[in-house]
């Protein structure tokens, strides 16, 4: 019990510390809580292969150089242009990966560093080459065949509206690209799908805020329509009161 909490919590506090400098995101906040999340993921991945076979200072030790990995991690995926918006592969995969290797290192008994010898590392590090191998050769066969069918991706203008809204909301797509794009924070793999450069237009709803009058409801994207009304409807409320 000790280990898998000593582990999360050395990782979390190391990536709360050094994440955004090592990928170079998240710069403009003053603490990178989002970091936090993943990082306490990380260390308690890193630690399951070992949590009952390893010293707590040992834990500490795996705790943080996981949270080291995953950083790197998301620096390595970011440059090879991997989409990865939960970072799922870093934190369940590169650390997963450490976790084993820091078994062969740490084990009280087989440990490399216990004088244990390299057996059980080398029989973790070979585990570890074969569920990547197995993993990547189904997952390619998976894609492949979606990609083929047709059937891997959503269309341009539903990965610009978000997959939410494709699947979930009462919402057709109706219109220009253009007009759904303010507000979203479209990512390069978006935009690139873009044949030109995107003009924002003015919001409708910029002229509630403005000076109080309802938009145009024929000029308004439908998708903005509710939010429109409504707000129009507490703006005159104000002004009647």
């Known amino acids: 019990m000790a280990n898998t909490i000593i582990a999360p919590s050395a990782a979390g ?7 955004k400098y090592i990928t170079g995101q998240n710069h403009e906040y003053r603490l990178d809580f989002a970091a936090i999340g993943n990082g306490i993921l990380a260390g308690a991945v890193s630690i399951t292969a070992g949590c009952a076979d390893v010293e707590p200072w040992a834990a500490l030790v795996i705790g943080i150089i996981g949270s080291f990995v995953y950083s790197f991690a998301c620096l390595l995926l970011e440059k090879l242009e991997v ?5 799922a592969t870093q934190v369940h995969g590169f650390s997963g990966f450490w976790g084993c290797i820091a078994l062969g290192l740490f084990h009280t008994e087989k440990g490399l560093l216990y004088g244990g010898g390299g057996k059980l590392l080398g029989a973790n590090a070979l585990g570890c080459l074969c569920i990547a191998v197995w993993t990547a050769s189904i997952s390619f066969l998976y894609f492949y065949t979606l990609n083929k069918l047709g059937v ?3 269309s341009v203008s539903d990965e610009l509206l978000g997959g939410d809204v494709h699947y979930f909301a009462p919402i057709k797509f109706q219109g220009k690209v253009s007009e759904y794009t303010k507000g979203l924070a479209l990512t390069r793999l978006n935009t690139s799908h873009l044949k030109s450069p995107t003009v924002i237009p003015k919001d409708p709803l910029d002229d509630i805020l403005d000076d109080g009058n309802a938009p145009n409801a024929e000029a308004t994207p439908n998708i903005l329509k509710p939010n429109a009304t409504k707000l129009a409807q507490v703006t005159n409320g104000n002004a009647e009161g």
């Open 13 to 19: 506090i190391t990536s709360f510390f050094t994440r």
């Open 83 to 87: 989409d990865d918006p939960v970072e």
């Open 152 to 154: 891997l991706r959503l």
